[in-house]
C-alpha cells in the first residue's frame, strides 16, 4: 500500500479539456513533486513545492498548471493537452528539500490524451 | 551537475542466481544515492539509501549497495533472485544544497527467468 494517493488512476482527455490530478499525503511531509514519466523512460522532474510554495518549476508549459492547496494536497490543472502529453504523472513527497530525505510516490495517473 | 549512468539498460537472470545492477555517478559535491524499484502499473518504492557512514548499505527484499567513492559507483546486488524481482530499476542521485531535485539514471530492466 502507498502512502502517498493520487487519483484518479486513469484519465482520457481531448485536447480541448479541462482536468485535475490530485494527490493526498499524510505523513506529514513538508515537500510535494510533480513527476512526469513516459514509457520505459526514467521519471522526469515538472514541480517541486516546498512548505506550499512553489520552489522548483523545470520549465513546464504553462498548460500544466501546479497548486498546493495545504501541506497534504497537491494539485496538477490540466488545460489544452498535447497528444504527446499522454504519460504515467507520478506525485511524491519526502520531509523536506534537504536530499537526505527519501521520496515517497504515489502509483500515478495514466494520461490519455486524444 | 550531477548525473548518473546506469550502464545496462537489461539484465536478464535465472532463479535463484545472484544480481548485479551497475550504477556510476558524477558530482561536484557531496551526495546521497538511492535505488528505487517500479512494478509494472505501479510508482517507484525505495530500496535503500546512501546518505553518509557504512558504505555497504542493505535495503528491503534482501537488496544491497556499496558506495565507492573513489570509482563513483553505487552498484545494487542481490544473492539470490526470486521471479517477483522482475521489475525496473532506478539508480537516483541528490545533493544537499539541490532543493530536493532528484537526478534519475535511465533504468535496468531486471528480468529473472525460471
Known amino acids: 500500500d502507498t502512502e502517498v494517493t493520487q487519483t484518479p488512476k486513469h484519465l482520457v482527455m481531448g485536447m480541448t479539456n479541462k482536468k485535475s490530478l490530485k494527490c493526498e499525503q499524510h505523513?506529514?511531509?513538508?515537500?510535494m513533486y510533480w513527476y512526469k514519466q513516459k514509457a520505459k523512460k526514467p521519471p522526469e522532474l515538472m514541480f517541486v513545492y516546498s512548505y506550499e510554495k512553489l520552489s522548483i518549476n523545470e520549465s513546464v508549459p504553462s498548460r500544466f498548471s501546479p497548486e498546493c492547496p495545504n501541506s497534504s494536497l497537491l494539485n496538477l490543472h490540466l488545460h489544452a493537452l498535447q497528444p504527446e502529453d499522454s504519460a504515467l504523472y507520478l506525485c511524491?513527497?519526502?520531509?523536506?528539500?534537504?536530499?537526505?530525505?527519501?521520496?515517497?510516490f504515489g502509483n500515478g495517473t495514466r494520461l490519455t490524451v486524444t | 551537475a550531477q548525473s548518473v549512468t546506469q550502464l545496462d539498460s537489461q539484465v536478464p537472470v535465472f532463479e535463484e542466481a545472484p544480481v548485479e545492477l551497475r550504477c556510476n555517478y558524477s558530482s561536484s559535491v557531496s551526495v546521497y544515492l538511492f535505488w528505487y524499484v517500479q512494478y509494472p502499473n505501479q510508482g517507484l518504492q525505495l530500496l535503500l539509501k546512501y546518505l553518509s557512514g557504512s558504505t555497504l548499505v542493505k535495503g528491503i527484499n534482501g537488496f544491497e549497495a556499496e558506495f565507492n567513492k573513489s570509482q563513483t559507483s553505487f552498484h545494487l546486488r542481490k544473492p539470490s533472485v526470486h521471479i517477483s524481482d522482475t521489475a525496473e530499476y532506478f539508480c537516483a542521485v541528490t545533493g544537499y544544497n539541490q532543493g530536493g531535485k532528484l537526478i534519475f539514471g535511465q533504468g535496468t530492466e531486471l528480468s529473472v527467468k525460471p
Open positions: 511524491a513527497s519526502s520531509q523536506a528539500t534537504d536530499g537526505n530525505s527519501p521520496l515517497h
Open positions: 505523513m506529514g511531509h513538508r515537500a
